[in-house]
């Protein structure tokens, strides 16, 4: 079902708890990733959001390190490349072990590969390695059948689909899990958990919303097992410095 920005504004600090996803959520999708951002009013909104005491933390398929460039100066408990890292509200770092990482290369030999077909990229997130095609649509097939090739090599791996993207990243993790392991900790457990989400890499992230009788929120077109739906990445900056204003009270400084 659709809910407008004016919905689920009951929700209080004590009650809930608030998982947002970043791109295609809070910040609109670039073919370059690194150019992505989160307007300053958006930012601004979920500072408030984390000062009233809310739990929040970030779900995302980029890396910690690439979540703090984006939301800085603020540094929330957030989960990168898909659940394979995650900083917990304590600001301990969990990780992987290394033999269950993509082996040292295969980001250079991807590359290499795909280099044949302009648009294209591949990002080496260090824990997983991105082929993007966002791009360079015309070259889905042939992307595609890298990413085949490459699943039958290292089994290991997980191939995860998304949006003009093809991902390897150790098994056994996604948003679902990290989302579950933050909600297995203070401040998050015992809270109503809210995932925002876009992709198809955000299902596992929305059952663990239903299992725990939370609020699982798609953003955008397409199938989804979430029980709620904003339109696109503006309805998502709308209900949440509404759901700021909400929590924390207006704004007392005009941001520039």
């Given at each position: ?43 601004a909104a979920i500072a408030r959001l984390a000062a ?80 993007h095609y966002r791009g ?121």
């Amino acid at each position: 079902m659709d809910i407008s920005p004016d919905s689920l504004l009951d929700l209080t600090p004590a009650d809930a708890a608030l998982f947002l996803d970043l791109d295609g959520t809070l910040a609109a999708f670039h073919v370059h990733p690194e150019a992505a951002f989160i307007p300053v009013p958006v930012l601004a909104a979920i500072a408030r959001l984390a000062a009233s005491g809310l739990p929040l933390a970030v779900v995302s398929g980029r890396p910690i390190t690439s979540i703090d460039r984006m939301l800085a100066p603020a540094c929330y408990p957030a989960a990168g490349v898909h659940g394979v890292e995650r900083r917990d509200a304590r600001g301990v770092l969990h990780m992987l072990p290394s033999e269950a990482l993509p082996p040292a290369g295969l980001a250079d030999a991807l590359r290499a590969r795909m280099a044949a077909w302009p648009g294209t990229l591949v990002e080496d997130k260090q824990v997983a390695v991105a082929l993007h095609y966002r791009g360079a649509p015309q070259y889905e097939a042939e992307v595609e059948a890298l990413a085949d090739e490459t699943a039958e090599r290292y089994p290991y791996l997980k191939r995860q689909p998304g949006k003009f993207v093809v991902e390897f990243k150790p098994a056994g993790v996604d948003k679902g899990t990290a989302i579950a392991a933050f909600l297995s900790e203070a401040p998050f457990a015992g809270h109503t958990p809210v995932f925002l989400g876009d992709d198809r890499t955000d299902e596992a992230g929305f059952a663990v919303m239903n299992a725990h009788g939370g609020l699982s929120i798609k953003v955008g077109e397409g199938p989804t097992q979430a029980r709620y739906r904003l339109a696109d990445v503006a309805a998502v900056h709308a209900w949440l410095e509404k759901f700021a204003q909400r929590v924390a009270g207006p704004l007392t400084q005009h941001i520039r």
